[in-house]
């Protein structure tokens, strides 16, 4: 099923503008992820697809029904939850059955629609069990189940994965991700983890303060980011975003002088990003480079991220490069940064200008 929202607004009671005139289609079988920061307002455009928020303007479409009046029982959508709001007095069977229950759906039938999405989600053994009695991974593998058991036409998914400590998360990841594209179920995910939304989704939505930024697949997202709000907020280390300024056929950054590409608005103050992992260090001094001094070390296991401090005029400007481990440069040392040719984004006016 396609999703469509036009013009979605919603402001609280007190005037929290969580939805600002929000325009979004999701296609037919998406994985489509949900980022921004706290309070941006993902989980409240979740719930309005879910019906389970009424936006103050605008319109929800889901196969091209409208559905802005609709109560959420009449969606055909399945929400899991971030605490996945399991019942405790229930054993794993009648909390996976309990929507069948609700549609009225006779016993033998839905325990039997039970146990088949229970094998599929590997759940087979724990069917007698409570809530209670299960790891956090299998209490999320029942919440999953338990919303594909009604056979909805749109999976939601607030932070589903919030709740698993660091492995049992990347475990199910990569078992959601498969889920999805076997079931081929619309879903759209609620996520502040970026690397969570990069690795999943079909396609990303960045929000910030009620609104969509860009919208992409992961990969332009993370090599084009449209404004610097993206450019900050997607990568697992933040990029490099320097001040500077175009000089004819030059940019002057931080401290080096970099060969400025055609077109840019000569004279003008401009944004260079550029990621630590697009640059390496020189021990030497070079024209092309950002200079500092090394001040901070930190080990990311298979690569070091590495600090300089006082590149350019301002000497607090701090440039970050990712090197492999074992070449990191000691700490108080003299370095330069070379940002690699053509990785890097010149934003002007908060936008994305190079590349076009
Ligand atoms: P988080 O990642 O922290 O869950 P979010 O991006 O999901 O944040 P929302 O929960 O959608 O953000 O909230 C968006 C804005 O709306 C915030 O400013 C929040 O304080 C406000 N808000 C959310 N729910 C309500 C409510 N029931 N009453 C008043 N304000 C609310």
Not at 64 to 72: F, N
Not at 126 to 141: A, F, K, T, V
């Amino acid at each position: 099923m396609t999703i469509s929202l036009h013009g979605l607004t919603k402001v609280f009671p007190g005037g929290a503008r969580a939805l600002d005139s929000l325009d979004l289609d999701i296609g037919e079988g998406e994985f489509f992820a949900l980022l921004g920061p706290s309070g941006c307002g993902k989980t409240t455009l979740l719930r309005s697809i879910a019906g389970l928020e009424t936006p103050s303007s605008g319109t929800v479409s889901i196969g091209g029904a409208d559905v802005t009046a609709l109560p959420p029982g009449r969606r055909d959508v399945a929400m899991v939850f971030q605490d996945y709001a399991l019942f405790p007095h229930m054993d794993v069977t009648a909390n996976i059955a309990y929507p069948l229950r609700i549609q009225k759906v006779p016993r033998s039938r839905r325990e039997a629609a039970a146990a088949e999405v229970a094998g599929r989600l590997s759940l087979s053994e724990l069917l007698r069990r409570r809530p209670g009695q299960l790891s956090g991974g299998q209490q999320q593998r029942v919440a999953l189940a338990r919303a594909i058991a009604c056979r909805p036409k749109v999976f939601l998914f607030d932070e589903p994965l919030s709740n698993l400590d660091a492995r049992l998360r990347l475990e199910a990841r990569t078992f959601l991700k498969r889920l999805q594209g076997e079931l081929g179920v619309t879903t759209v995910f609620v996520t502040h983890d970026q690397g969570e939304a990069l690795a999943l989704a079909h396609r990303v939505a960045v929000m910030d303060a009620g609104r969509i930024t860009q919208v992409g697949a992961p990969a332009e997202i993370f090599h084009r980011p449209a404004t610097t709000f993206v450019a900050s907020f997607i990568g697992s280390t933040p990029m490099n975003l320097l001040p500077g300024k175009v000089a004819g056929d030059a940019l002057h950054v931080a401290g080096a002088v970099l060969p400025a590409p055609p077109g840019l608005p000569d004279g003008e103050e401009i944004v260079y990003g550029v990621r630590p992992e697009y640059a390496d260090l020189s021990a030497a001094p070079r024209d092309d480079a950002f200079p500092g001094t090394v001040a901070v070390l930190e080990n990311l296991g298979t690569s070091t991220l590495v600090t300089l401090e006082g590149g350019g005029d301002d000497g607090d400007l701090l440039v970050q490069v990712v090197v492999p481990e074992g070449e990191e440069p000691p700490a108080g040392t003299a370095a330069w940064a070379v940002p690699r040719p053509g990785r890097a984004l010149i934003y002007h006016g908060d936008r994305l200008i190079h590349p076009a």
